[in-house]
């Protein structure tokens, strides 16, 4: 017989690899109903009070079998495991190893004389009352005094996204647990253990409700690692799958939760990291303790604290990264992610930059005719009046800055609705031609688009977040009745956008 007391579970450990923890107010006794070397060694263990779990080593192979013969000796060292019969009440679960898996069960009498089997791997067969059942991996049933087992019921699956998560830190007072809620569930079992396996238990509630828990603990845990999981429990009383054990450090306080930091900008947008803005945003910064009380915080920009107060006054622009550190009252500090932003208040330019196509020709070496043809075509021809009359063509860049294509007429045109151009950063320009003879560009002699004449381009620039973006139209001249002008209006990453003009004329 074995007998448990309070707060002290117990573990054996057979000969044969196989282990039976006794949960803690247990009592059983332990029986060998077979010779040690018969061909099917079996062992039977009753329980009078309290639960035990079962593990044993896999079943060996056939072919492991015929080489080392009966001898129950050489069978030793874990690669077989005798049959084991739990008794519970007058019910009988016999279970062995299946598929090459080792045997895992539970088996428990709960009050009233009611016995419970659960078999996470291997399987079993219980009888009661003059019938049985067969229970496979990952199902449980219940039996009744003096009644035939229960229906085989599915086990319910291991919760998840534990916290505290693995090597994180637990209060030893009043430690705090939480998990995902299990599907089915009635209530929940909290175990923390000395050992992974949990063999040896410290603390332990198996009626929890719901998730989160502060798990009572008369004394404290005791300091230094230790593990804990939780286990979904049915109406009927069956235990689930228990969760991974997650090791984690008991402490006499644990560091706070890292802060809650977002910042708004002045519209009420949440920024993203990585994100370029026209001005500072506001911080917005949650920081509480795990019992949800408020704990002071400052502000990170660029590893340096700085207040509330110097951080608005941050000049608006470069780059910077944010956190936000909370600080308990023993000092102890957690930070948030950091986020990091570009500030960039300056408007973007855009101008007409002109290539010479070869040496330029002096006004000296033109002829005096060619100069009186020039001015006669000038002053007879008339003004355009539609964009596509212009003569003049924009040139987009395609994929990687290559493959020129240009952009038509129609889609200059639209007034409500410029042609939009985006543009890389690293090569903010498009290019212009003429369809036919020379366009001249505002009043700059220079910025004349024409074969061998010169190439001209709409080139755009920004000190902060680049220029991503080029809207252009054509249309009539609100300066000069007759004419048409080009507007090419240039926005960069923060937003900030600016609007340049220029008079068109056919030469």
Known sequence: ALRTAKSSPA?????????????????????????????????????EVGQIDVES????SNATAEAEGSDPAKRRGGRGSDAIEVIVAGARSLATPEGGRPLATRSRRESGDLAQFMVFSGKSTVSAAGGSVEVPAGSGTSVAPKAKPGPVEELLPAPGLLRPAYGEEIEQGAPQFSW????????????????RDCGAVVARDPAVAASPLELAVEGGLPAGELFWRVTAVAASGLDGYPSTAVRVQAVEAVRPNAPLLALRTATGETVVSGSCLPALPEPVVRAL????????????????????????ALPPAGRHEITARATDARGRSADSPAIAITLDAAAPWVDLVTTAAGPAASPEEEKASDRRKRSRRRTT????????DTGLEVMAPGAG???????????????DAPALLALDPARPTVKLRTTGSAVALGEDPANVVGAGLAAVSLAAWDVGCGATQLALRIAPSPYRPGRMVLEAEVVDGAGNRRTQAWHIARR
Do not use: H, M
């Open 381 to 388: 021809e008339p003004p355009p009046v539609a964009v596509c």
């Open 401 to 415: 800055g290559e493959n020129w294509q240009p952009v038509p007429c129609a889609a200059l045109a639209t007034s």
């Open 11 to 47: 573990r054996l450990l057979f000969d044969d690899g196989a282990t039976v923890t006794l949960s803690e107010d247990s009592l059983v006794f332990i029986r060998r109903q077979t010779a040690a070397n018969a061909p099917v060694p079996k062992k039977e263990i009753e329980i």
């Open 180 to 195: 995902t809620a299990v599907p089915g569930a009635a209530r929940y079992t909290v175990e923390v253990c000395r050992d």
């Open 289 to 312: 303790d795990r019992r949800g009380a408020e704990l002071p915080w400052t502000l990170q920009v660029d590893g340096r604290e700085t207040g509330l107060e110097a951080f608005r």
């Open 57 to 60: 080593a896999p079943a060996e």
